[in-house]
């Protein structure tokens, strides 16, 4: 039995008890909530891509070595507009919504202003997120979803724009020891201008029911070097001292995406890699809020996820997620997935498998010679060679081949770590299985089981710890075998051998991201 990528899923909004196998640690409290599409087609009418599908957010709750497992959709505009039209009138980035042909030339007028000047979905189906005390929903637009974090249920509706003009938002933040938030976000043609921000939500500061947002605050902000073609971007870095961003050359048009629900295409078609363009690594001072003076890039290349950052001996580490190429999107059409699954290697789709690279930005430049490489840490091959400009072209190590979704002991984010933890993606954009990377010694360690396919692997770690990977691991597995049930998996993080499932009653949908709440958090 293979999984149905297009298939409707059924929510179950109350608890289940589920049954435990092993035994998780009694210093594992909390819940795991996670994030990804449900949803795939309302009445005749379906999305052509996996990502648009509407989010259905699910959660594993921990306390006592018990687990309790619900699910419920995310029931924002987007997924109440859809309903009760019962087709999809709300467009996606890889699905442009057309009216009923058979309402009246109004309806359609205003379909076509709603494209042009497209106001984005409040589909928050990519990750969860917290800013101060609160739990958001979140994908890449502008809106952002407040969630019951115990329940699920959804809440307010929250507006990037209504606070700073920012149309696209990161949802992959990262948080510091105060509890305050930091983010990126792209303003697009606003006063001629296009340009990437940094910003910080605060820790909670603000009275109950005032927005989280409000006291929100634009660090830096970096121009775009093409007013109507802004990067793409999945997330950034962040170290004690500097702010890490990759200026990629996967570029979204914006006049071809005001014009795409009139050219009959979708949005994600306006989205185009650039191979004869450069990637141009930003690194911005945390003490100055302004970008260094020296200038880093490197070829072509598409990053999706970073792994961390960290500083050493006047150097910045980046390591990051790297592709050739685009393709990756590609796989996740519905018709691509569906053809994967009936015919195993019949996809017309090249797969371009990521790797773990490792860039090292040296940060003093003092009277360096050209063709001079500046990188002086004795442990990496990774280079960076000043060129007659002044630029520095950087080269990568490559770390390790066919892995994505990184995850980490958080403790140790924007600090020099020793272990990564990701997911096996060597013959297809689909997990088969957990891989542990030590990067001091290149070793590996592995987790995989037949007809599973494996979520992020979520690290938790053990009070009071004194090493980087004491702790446990939680993944949420789906299992393809006929009759078999996915399950939650807790896996020991120093061996990652099995410590404890739960399987869950019903079927386990594929999702993306998601975070663990400790309790009394």
Known sequence: ????????????????????????????????????PGIFSVGETSYSHWFDGMALMHSFTIQNGHVSYRSRYLRGDTYKANMEAKRIVVSEMGTMAYPDPRKNIFSKVITFLNHAVPDFTDNCGNNIIRYGNDYYATSETNYIRKINPVTLETLDKVDYLKFQPLNLVSSHPHYDKEGNTYNMGTTIADKAKTKYSIIKIPAATQPDGEPVLKNMEVICSMPCRSLLTPSYYHSFGMTENYFIFIEQPYKLDILKMATAYLRGVNW????????????????????TNKEVATKYYTGATVVYHHVNAFEEDGHVVVDVIAYDDNSLYDMFYLDELKKKTENPGSSNKAYSSPSYK???????????????????????????????????LC????????????????????KKHRFVYVTGVEMSAVATKIIKIDVETKKTQEWTADNCWPSEAVFIGRPNATEEDDGVLLISVINTAPG??????????????????????GELHMDMHGQFIPKDC
């Open 395 to 414: 080269q990568a190590e490559v770390m390790c081949k066919g892995v994505e979704l990184p995850r980490m002991n958080y403790d140790y984010n924007g």
């Open 358 to 392: 490792r860039f090292v930005l040296p940060v003093a430049d003092k009277d360096s010679e050209v063709g001079a490489d500046l990188v002086k840490l004795k442990y990496t091959t990774a280079s960076a060679v000043k060129e007659k400009d002044g630029k520095l």
């Open 1 to 36: 039995m293979e999984y149905d990528y297009g298939s409707n899923k059924k929510e179950h909004p109350e608890p289940c008890n589920l049954d435990v196998t092993g035994s998780i640690p009694d210093w594992l409290e909390g819940t795991l909530i996670r994030n990804g």
């Open 484 to 505: 078999e049930r996915g399950f939650l998996l807790v896996l020991d993080a120093q061996t990652l051998k099995e410590i404890a499932r739960a399987p869950v009653t």
């Open 268 to 287: 994600a078609s306006c989205l185009k890699f650039h191979p004869e363009d450069n990637t141009l690594i930003h690194l911005i001072d945390r003490k």
